[in-house]
């Protein structure tokens, strides 16, 4: 259904950055994505995750360079076809600042739906799935992992697992 993606690819040695961005973004061209330039890459949109990455490579190679560095990041909503400018609406609205962008022919391209899926708070996690979360244990610190139990436990874990070494590696 709706594929989104954000791509960034750029030479890692070269004078001529813009340039060789601009060659990767004609690139696009060729495919039926439709890409955006952003100041922080270019966002690219289409149908099919298969073109979506026929595109990203025709760019990657576009990158005249001795070493090229891309980054893709892809949102693939696959049950429903909820475009960019959907998405951008559904935000603006809940923001209530009235500036819901419309899609093609003046038709606001903004659902119910959308609205609901995009009330996410900054964690990734709809409001209802953060209400009933468990409070974390106040003793617990990050990284820490290990329970009463396994903290009185020393013994080598070849030993706690039952497997026999002969202090060789197996590599």
Request: proline letters at 4%; charged letters at 35%.
């Amino acid at each position: 259904m709706s594929v989104i993606a954000l791509l960034s690819t750029t030479p890692a040695r070269s004078e001529n950055t813009s340039e060789e961005v601009a060659g990767a973004v004609e690139a696009l061209g060729d495919y039926d994505v439709d890409p955006t330039l952003t100041a922080m890459g270019t966002i690219i949109e289409t149908d099919d995750v298969g073109e979506l990455f026929a595109a990203v490579e025709a760019a990657h190679r576009a990158v005249d360079a001795d070493r090229v560095t891309t980054k893709l990041e892809i949102d693939h909503e696959r049950d429903r076809d909820r475009g960019a400018s959907a998405r951008v609406s559904a935000v603006e609205e809940m923001l209530g600042d009235g500036s819901a962008s419309d899609g093609p022919a003046g038709t606001n391209t903004t659902t119910d739906d959308s609205e609901e899926l995009d009330s996410v708070d900054m964690s990734g996690h709809a409001p209802e799935d953060t209400e009933d979360a468990p409070e974390e244990d106040a003793g617990m610190k990050g990284g820490d992992y290990k329970t009463a139990d396994s903290e009185a436990d020393d013994e080598p874990i070849s030993e706690k697992y039952g497997e026999e070494t002969d202090g060789s590696s197996s590599d």
